[in-house]
Each structure stands twice: as structure tokens, then as C-alpha cells.
């Protein structure tokens, strides 16, 4: 954990609309889909997410998307649909309005790495949010990490900008205005 120290964060996000979408084929042998209130320790068959988090989340409306792997729990993504989303190392936050919606906290499994469940998922959940009336999906990376920004680009999405932040122990300050892209009506920051 960085709790102490002085570092740039810089974080890359990518917006999806209907007519950016592409064909990503489904990993083989993969199942996606959507968990249930009660299934929130699938989470955890993955990365450690505490229970309380998950609850948060899910008590907030937010939807967690997992694929399987012949039958094995090996990816999860993040879906946030209304409130505020906070982009932490970037030191941001957004409001989210009707139609836009934030991909957060994905991960896949070792095990699971290199298969294409990541981009699978993506797909899956634009396909869902599209066909529900969703206009524009973002989602973001660190800009180190290039086997993230793979899948997101395989998944039809498009470099939008980059979120620079000073990040001063756990503490993260935005640096520079919010770029223009990031400024439309539906994305005020707040």
C-alpha cells in the first residue's frame, strides 16, 4: 500500500457508444453474466473484495458482471449506473446521469489471463446497457497498464483523454482542468 511518497498518477479512460460497438467472440468454454444480491462472495473466488464492499455496491445499484471459465469464477467487472463514480487516483469524481454509465474495479484471474474473458465481459455488458437504452460506457486504466487497455480497445472502445493526478501518500490531486471530452453536460464533475 502506498502511504507514503509522491508519484503522477496518470489514468487513461475510453468511452463505448452504439456505433463504436464491434464482434468480440466469446472465450471459449466462457459463461458471462450478471451476479445476484446473494452471490457477492463469487467476487471473491477472484480477488479479495471485502463483504462490506460488496454489499455497498450492490446496495447502491451497482452491478457486478462475472465470467466463468468451465464453470470456475476467473473475471469480474463493475458496473456503476447513477450517483457519483470516483476515479481515486485521478483525484475525480462524476456525476452520472441517465444513459451513461462507468465500468470499475475489473479484474481476471491468473488462471484466466490471456484467454479473452476480459474483452468477453466488456462486450457482454455493452451489449446488456445498450440494448437497455445505455448512450456512452466509460471506463479507465491506469496508463501502465498495457494487457487492460488491450481488452478495452478489443472491446470496441475509444481512447478519450487522461486524468493526471499528483498522488501525495494515499491522497490524490487532480492536476490540469478536466479535459474538454470529460465536460458535456452529462459529465459534470462535482
Not at 508519484?7 to 468511452?15: E, F, G, M, P
Not at 437497455?132 to 471506463?139: A, D, E, F, T, V
Request: glycine share 8%; hydrophobic share 40%; aromatic share 10%.
Amino acid at each position: 500500500m502506498q502511504e507514503c511518497g509522491i508519484s503522477l498518477s496518470r489514468i487513461q479512460s475510453y468511452v463505448l457508444t452504439p456505433e463504436y460497438r464491434v464482434e468480440v467472440p466469446l472465450a471459449a468454454h466462457a459463461v458471462i453474466r450478471s451476479i445476484q444480491q446473494r452471490e457477492g462472495a463469487l467476487v471473491q473466488e477472484v480477488w479479495p473484495v471485502k463483504d462490506s464492499e460488496i454489499r455497498m455496491r450492490l446496495n447502491r445499484g451497482d452491478q457486478c458482471y462475472i465470467g466463468l471459465l468451465n464453470g470456475k469464477v476467473a473475471h469480474f467487472s463493475w458496473v456503476q449506473r447513477e450517483g457519483i463514480h470516483f476515479v481515486t487516483e485521478a483525484g475525480r469524481r462524476f456525476r452520472i446521469l441517465n444513459g451513461d454509465i462507468w465500468i470499475y474495479q475489473c479484474r481476471t484471474a491468473d488462471f484466466a489471463k490471456g484467454l479473452g474473458l476480459y474483452p468477453s465481459t466488456l462486450a457482454a455488458i455493452a451489449a446488456d446497457h445498450f440494448s437497455n437504452g445505455s448512450r456512452r460506457i466509460w471506463i479507465y486504466t491506469s496508463i501502465d497498464n498495457i494487457a487492460s487497455q488491450r481488452g478495452v480497445v478489443k472491446a470496441g472502445f475509444r481512447y478519450a483523454c487522461t486524468l493526471n493526478a499528483l498522488r501525495l501518500g494515499r491522497l490524490y490531486v487532480p492536476v490540469g482542468p478536466i479535459p474538454v471530452v470529460l465536460r458535456s453536460p452529462s459529465e459534470v464533475e462535482v
